[in-house]
């Protein structure tokens, strides 16, 4: 049986697609936003002048899959549009009532595709799939959830305490999850006859937050991969400079949920002359609260997904003491850049004593305690470096493909 892939945004559902492709098992793989050059929106990037029409064409970078087929890709809707011009300008609350709208009319898009006689099982991601789920069961479809991310009635006890003691570090988006997406979620737990996560930690918030013996039963791990092609020009690491700063690393959301505020904190208490910090990414914290940080942190707002690469093979630590993780596909990445990682455990577990430093607590001591250590001993930094990239080898394109075609066998699909 053939499988049809669906996602209003992006997350990893194009590599999902793809591997499907590849193993001649793809329906269809429907989407908002997929780089056509010869296509409208994207033919604007040609009209517009120099500086503009490059950051477009930077914009139009990050939806580029050169591999998928584009015959059996599906796209509508501009809300995912709008919604990603208002979360750039800082209007978060808006851009989360474009994403519930957007996700709702996405499926009215494909609704007819889901009620077709062709055979095929449903593969969908949280947050959108409920009434996808719904039409598919009444068509007596097998559906499969991927989850992203972990449960979020965990995620809202998680950010209160956080928010207890850092409350200056959140903008009111960031505190908890709104009711009304939990139960959606909740639904689409229930329709779906199997639950992907990328890790054990989001796996262990679902069965924590629904104590439903019929849901973890339905639960699978299945781990995620780096974009193998993307980084596949990145040299081999070369030894730090024993006179230079290490050059710490943090890419992706900057929210308190990844631990932000403690990396911010703890390159505060380090010499300039010991560490550099850059940050890439949404600036999702409240301007007050990071403005006594900004004089040591190198800030790179979202960048292309083909710079991404050159990034984080300029930088020797990548960070993430997060506290709540569907996976965290940057770690791999960091990896295949050469990389060493400093890592929380609510990620899925992806450093190990040869390529750098698994923290036992969230919090700013440790997070400073953990640079120090790297700062402290270059070579065991070194030796962490060039040991990544074959580390990386755990988590390739490949692989996942061959994880997920045994999947469909476990699964009987």
């Known amino acids: 049986m053939k499988i049809a892939v669906f996602h209003p945004g992006t997350q990893h559902s194009w590599q999902t697609a793809l591997a499907l492709q590849q193993l001649d098992r793809l329906a269809w793989y429907a989407t908002s936003i997929f780089y056509q050059p010869d ?7 040609r009209w517009l002048p120099g500086p503009l029409g490059r950051k477009l064409h930077s914009e139009f970078r990050r939806f580029s899959h ?47 595709d889901i009620r077709s006689p062709e055979r095929f099982a449903l593969w969908g991601y949280n947050g959108s799939s409920l009434k996808a789920f719904e039409l598919a069961k009444a068509q007596g479809r097998t559906c499969i959830l991927d989850r992203t991310n972990g449960d979020f009635r965990i995620y809202n006890a998680m950010m ?38 990328g890790c054990t930690f989001a796996a262990g918030t679902i069965r924590d ?8 039963a339905k639960i699978r791990v299945l781990n995620y991969c780096f974009d193998e092609a993307l980084f596949a020009d990145v ?30 904190e703890a390159i505060a208490r380090i010499p300039t002359d010991q560490a550099e910090l850059t940050i890439v990414g949404s600036l999702s914290v409240p301007p007050k609260a990071f403005a006594p940080y900004a004089d040591r942190v ?17 930088h ?12 965290g596909i940057t770690l791999y990445e960091a990896l295949a850049s050469g990389c060493a990682l400093i890592q929380s455990r609510h990620c899925a577990p992806v450093v190990t004593p ?21 700062i402290a001993d270059r070579d065991r930094l070194d030796t962490w470096r060039a040991n990544a990239q074959a580390e990386a080898q755990n988590y390739t394109f490949a692989g996942y493909r061959d994880n997920i075609a045994a999947l469909l066998g476990e699964l009987d699909i």
Do not use: C
């Open 39 to 45: 296509r409208w929106p994207y033919r604007a990037e």
């Open 66 to 112: 050169p591999a998928l087929d584009p015959s059996l890709v599906r796209t509508a809707g501009l809300t995912e549009w709008i919604e990603r011009i208002a979360m750039r300008g800082g209007m978060r609350k808006l851009a989360g009532r474009l994403d519930a709208y957007g996700n709702r009319k996405f499926v009215d898009g494909i609704a007819a």
């Open 160 to 197: 209160a305490d956080v928010a207890s003691r850092y409350g200056d570090w959140f903008l009111p988006t960031e505190r908890a999850e709104d009711s009304a997406n939990i139960a959606r979620d909740q639904r689409e737990y229930e329709l779906a006859d199997t639950i992907l996560v």
């Open 209 to 216: 937050a629904t104590q439903d013996p019929a849901i973890a």
């Open 235 to 264: 040299p081999p690491p070369l030894p730090i400079d024993r006179k230079a700063p290490v050059k710490f690393l943090f890419l992706g959301l900057v929210i308190p949920r990844k631990g932000i505020h403690h990396i911010l």
């Open 298 to 314: 190198t800030y790179i707002p979202t960048v292309a997904r083909a710079d991404v690469p050159r990034i984080m093979a300029e």
């Open 316 to 327: 020797h630590v990548f960070m993430l003491p997060s506290y709540f993780e569907g996976a």
């Open 354 to 374: 040869e390529t750098g430093i698994m923290l036992d607590e969230i919090s700013t001591d440790a997070v400073h305690a953990a640079m120090v250590q790297t």
